[in-house]
Structures are given as structure tokens and as C-alpha cells.
Antibody
């Protein structure tokens, strides 16, 4: 069974750093893209970027380039989304998701990680 | 950047047909995918490559794509279909989402 299990909810202060994780299981982690999607409270889905764990090829949406870092450790089948300095506007639910190669669509989603940034 | 436009809301009576549109410049030349998201849950893929259904998705869900508009059609709508629906294309763009209300 394919599973993407994300790390738990986080409460942080503005300016703090954060790294959330997404562990894949039940499939070949290095053969599928992993994407990250933001959903701000009461709002729609926003594509942040994707990474191919097989070779770490990473592509960011222009809106998120320079704002976050996407990485992966294929030895433990885990992808990461990282901030160096959080802002209140980063408060959102973050989903990781699996994309079959050369497909462009998401076939499996993680359960989401709620990040709250508040002073 | 490429923009996908969806109506904010669509309402339909149970047993009727709901059609949710996704507009984009020459979207018919792209592959469109659709997701359903119920409150408090992660999205679920319901249509990929314009009209293909993943296993487990009822045949009541279908899709089409031509010209400047892609359409998700839900036949014989049930109360359990009430959700937000998002279209998406390969360029990593999501539509703004459509809230489907079952009257």
C-alpha cells in the first residue's frame, strides 16, 4: 500500500526556521516525483515545487523560488520542505504528494502538516 | 504564468448532473487533472489526463477537454459528492477551486 506520512503539526514564531518531512512507503521512492502543495486557511491549492528523489532534480514554482527549500534523503525515503525564516503568512496546511514519472498529476497525497506561525 | 479559471460555486440537486468548468488559454492542448477535497481531508484524484478515472472512482465522474474549457461532469449527484473541486495542469498550476453544493 502506497503511503505518504507527514510530520506533525508545528507552532513557530516569526523568524524561526522549520523543516517538515514526508516519508514514502509501499513503492520505489526514487522512481516518483514528490511535490509540495500549500493550502492557506480557507483558500485553494498552490503548487510549491517538486523533487525527483532519484537524482534530486528540483523544480520550484516561481512564487516559491527562494522562499523555501525542497530536499530529499533517498536512503530513508523521506522528502523535506524547509524554511529559514518563517513569516506569519506561511501559516497554512502543507501537503506532500506523489507524481508518477512523466505524468504531471498527483496520485497519492500525504495527510498534511499544519504550520502555524504566530508571535 | 498560465491561469486556470473555475467558477467559485456550483449547486445541483441530488440525482441531477453537475458540470464544473476550468478555463484556460488553449487548455485543450494540455492534459487536465481533477481533484476532490472534502472538509478536513487531503485532496483525492478523480480524473487524470482529461477523462481517465483512477480505480475506485465511480463511473459517475467523467471529464472532457476542448478549446479553452475543460469540464468535470458528475452524473446522478449524491450528497457525498459535496466538496471542493480543483483542476490542474502539468505546469504546476491549480485552478482556484469550485465548491459543489448538493441542494
Amino acid at each position: 500500500e502506497v503511503q505518504l506520512v507527514q510530520s506533525g503539526a508545528e507552532v513557530k514564531k516569526p523568524g524561526e526556521s522549520l523543516k517538515i518531512s514526508c516519508k514514502g512507503s509501499g513503492y520505489s521512492f526514487t522512481s516518483y516525483w514528490i511535490g509540495w502543495v500549500r493550502q492557506m486557511p480557507g483558500k485553494g491549492l498552490e503548487w510549491m515545487g517538486i523533487i525527483y528523489p532519484g537524482d534530486s532534480d528540483t523544480r520550484y514554482s516561481p512564487s516559491f523560488q527562494g522562499q523555501v527549500t525542497i530536499s530529499a534523503d533517498k536512503s530513508i525515503s523521506t522528502a523535506y520542505l524547509q524554511w529559514s525564516s518563517l513569516k506569519a503568512s506561511d501559516t497554512a496546511m502543507y501537503y506532500c504528494a506523489r507524481l508518477p514519472p512523466d505524468s504531471g498529476f498527483i496520485d497519492y497525497w500525504g495527510q498534511g502538516t499544519l504550520v502555524t506561525v504566530s508571535s | 504564468s498560465y491561469v486556470l479559471t473555475q467558477p467559485p460555486s456550483v449547486s445541483v440537486a441530488p440525482g441531477k448532473t453537475a458540470r464544473i468548468t476550468c478555463g484556460g488559454n488553449n487548455i485543450g492542448s494540455k492534459s487536465v487533472h481533477w481533484y476532490q477535497q472534502k472538509p478536513g481531508q487531503a485532496p483525492v484524484l478523480v480524473i487524470y489526463y482529461d477523462s481517465d478515472r483512477p480505480s475506485g472512482i465511480p463511473e459517475r465522474f467523467s471529464g472532457s477537454n476542448s478549446g479553452n474549457t475543460a469540464t468535470l461532469t458528475i452524473s446522478r449527484v449524491e450528497a457525498g459528492d459535496e466538496a471542493d473541486y480543483y483542476c490542474q495542469v502539468w505546469e504546476g498550476v491549480f485552478g482556484g477551486g469550485t465548491k459543489l453544493t448538493v441542494l
